[in-house]
DNA sequence: CATGAATGAGTCTTCATTCAT
DNA sequence: GATGAATGAAGACTCATTCAT
């Protein structure tokens, strides 16, 4: 792996560890053992690198949402896979929304950004809904799509934060992350279909199953 | 009004203004027009201040959910009108949630005293569902009430710093504060009883108006 | 001396010996035994340090050229005087003209300030040469008046940099001081009314003596 | 033109525009498109190429003064289109004299050098007024003709940066240079033959004249 | 109660220079 | 000749905190 790339795991690391107002530039050097100049070298400043790790992040939110139509699209398990790996993206850059507020007022050009990235995918995820509805999988009234979609947002987009916060230790497991998921199903079930209901049931008792599950905790 | 409590105002003020880590010591004192000698005089130290923000926040918030049983309970306006006074809460303690980690895990103290806040909400939060229940307005499956409650309280715990996020200009307005009253209002929808429809209709108009109605935006 | 006025003498002192640039602010603080967080307590950066020099800088240039007229100004001794006070502002702060466009060119709100201070002295000498032009002691064509007052400026203001070049050792001597007023008098002795020449090589002599007269070496 | 040629032309040219504390030696990489190790490779350090410039420097200075003796001194325009040479190279290698003395007790083996040229300087320009005063063209006193030699190296050497102090604009025009010429006339003027007034009269207004023209800004 | 000067470790960042390839 | 990654000492500046008065 190049240093530049090694850079940019590593910050991603100790921000998603220790909180990103907390992890240095010279912190993230020294844990590489490299020399302060050196990080400099392969970007301009602490922000370059944020910059950078968004761009990682959006890209992977990006695969794991890209919104499939068609034959495959009939089976609400598919998209349930793709919520998954949603949350372990959330996992993977859960430092951005634990100071979502502090890193994005600080820099405009990176707020863009990510507005951007969620307007992307609030239309991806009404399409989805919209299509489920089309499906006879989902009965949502069409005007509580849209509100429906940005609580959906806001769960899988605060639950690790929120849940690191409700134990004195911040590492939350794996299974955490499956209750998120299972959270997720429970808010669109009074929308389901009656007759869906045990397909969804199926789904939801898999996750709630992954949830009970003793797992090492992840590092906070 | 004594300096000790002129310090906490300010301090909240600020913090609330520009973010915890974006406020020193001294800016606050200065913005007071005190020295910081005079400030440590008051507090051990800016942590300390933080503590007795946060006494301010949980007096608030219980005595804006105080549960109340009997007759009263009956209406379901008496409860949503708590909701409303809790959003105040949130929108007045905002710094608290948009670094709710960071706060945390920095100080163990806190975080028990945080931790039993929010235990204690849960336990009157699913008591008022279950008074709701029982008094039919409401009919949850007894197995969903608990992560019904965790998703209400992260939605209103989130809700002001997700929408400061969603656009460039921090500051939010009071419509937005109404507009998460009726998100909450909308993830009960599905659990009120049927004859129940037109209370809740009318309720959820209410707010919809209020968020729609122009007002001047808050200073994030 | 208060510790504000300690920093300014000693950062002063260092620039002058060992130029602007290659003094930093820790150096100034160690200079005075002092943290550098007790210096930016007084001054708010480099730069801010260097504004209050260059508000002593202009302080002295007037209490030393303030254009005397009337029956005083009769005497070119008096104005001589003047000259000799001014080349030892030059000295004083021979930093400033080292390294004059670094220092502006950085630091546009100081340049206005330079800019109005060496209005008013070019409209100060310019008076003062019409003066001794009424009183027949001098006598340059009104036309010449202007330039020469600008030749006269530039060959005060670099005569301290040009001099402590034209050797390896950088201190120079009190006498180079007096050689510069030597010479500024060189500048307008083809000016001078030839009943004035006496009076004149009078005071050149009394220059040239000076300047002839070893002394201790100015650290530079 | 070869690599080591082109780093000294773009090292003079970002010295001459931005100061040469201001340029490193990245920069001047950056700027040719080439690595820092080649210009290593090239030159040992910073220092080196300032070495390579004064070189230049110095060449220029002599090819544009070198003393003519015999029939062609007779006319001061020949002298004087010197002096025109001579503001030229003032310019093209202006960022040496904005920052003479950091630049010169830097380096003491480039201090030599300079005070080499600087006392070969003065031998001509001695001879040339001795030669223009053989001619009857100017009349100095004897005793007069080093301090002046003095002055005028002043003047010329320091014109460029005193001007360009002279506004906000770093830039100085052509039209400033010519202006530069007049003034070293203006100077001399005190000691031209009176018969040759005419002829000092038609020099000074072609200067002038080129003073007076608008010109495209030098970029300082 | 209050002042305000002082501390010092720490932050981000720069840059001349080196060196393996 | 040339690359470009790497070094590390140094610079400007910050801030929670202390303490003599």
Known sequence: MKTKDRIVAAALQLFNEQGEANVTTN???AHLG????????????????????????AEHLRKSFTPVTGPASASPAVWFHYLDAIFYVMWEFRFFYANLNDILHRDPELHKKYLAVQR?????????????NAQQVLAIPDQEI???TQTLKMVVSFWVSYQSA????????QAVLY?????????????????????????SEHYQALARTPSDPFHK
Chains 1, 2, 3, 4 share one sequence.
């Open 166 to 173: 409700q134990s004195l230790d911040p590492r939350i497991s």
């Open 120 to 132: 992307e995918l609030a239309v991806n995820l009404q399409a989805l809904l919209r299509e489920l």
């Open 34 to 57: 490299i020399s302060p100049g050196n990080l400099y070298y392969h970007f301009r400043n602490k922000n370059d690198i944020i910059h950078r790790i968004f761009q990682q992040y």
């Open 179 to 203: 209750e998120g998921v299972a959270r997720v199903l429970l808010l669109l079930k009074p929308y389901f279909h009656p007759e869906k209901g045990a397909e969804l049931a199926k789904l």
């Open 27 to 29: 912190h993230i050097a």
């Open 146 to 148: 849209e509100p429906l």
